[in-house]
């Protein structure tokens, strides 16, 4: 299994940039996927997460209304589209996938844990100046 994470890059303050996310070695009818920061000194955190359907889609708050997760599984690719970005968003940004709880899909509660996702692609830096 393996994950390869792109797009992230350097940007103004209120500018955008779509991260990908292109998944191999399984099927991904059956697997939610979650999107996660690491800024310098903190903690990995999820930011947002999406079932295996695309039916329901999870973000937490600092981005709620900023950033769309969305995901194409005939592609194999998941993907963040962040907007109107802010210095705080300054960070690496990983992808993970994980095998649904849910059997019809539509659900992936719990899915902005990091200890939900046993797969994780390498970090992208994304970096916003102010």
């Known amino acids: 299994v393996q994950l390869q994470a792109s797009g992230g890059g350097l940007v103004q303050a209120g500018g955008s940039l779509r991260l990908s996310c292109v998944i191999s070695g399984f099927t991904l009818d059956y697997v939610d996927i979650g999107w996660f920061r690491q800024a310098p000194g903190k903690a990995r955190e999820g930011i947002s997460c999406?079932?295996?359907?695309?039916?329901?889609?999870y973000y937490t708050d600092f981005v709620k209304g900023r950033f769309t997760i969305s995901r194409d599984n005939a592609k194999n690719t998941a993907y963040l589209q962040m907007d109107t970005l802010k210095p705080d968003d300054t960070a690496d940004y990983y992808c993970a996938a994980a095998w649904t709880r849910d059997p019809s899909g539509r659900t992936a509660v719990g899915c902005l844990a990091t200890d939900r996702y046993p797969y994780w692609g390498q970090g992208t830096q994304v970096t916003v100046s102010s």
């Open positions: 999406i079932s295996s359907s695309g039916y329901s889609k």
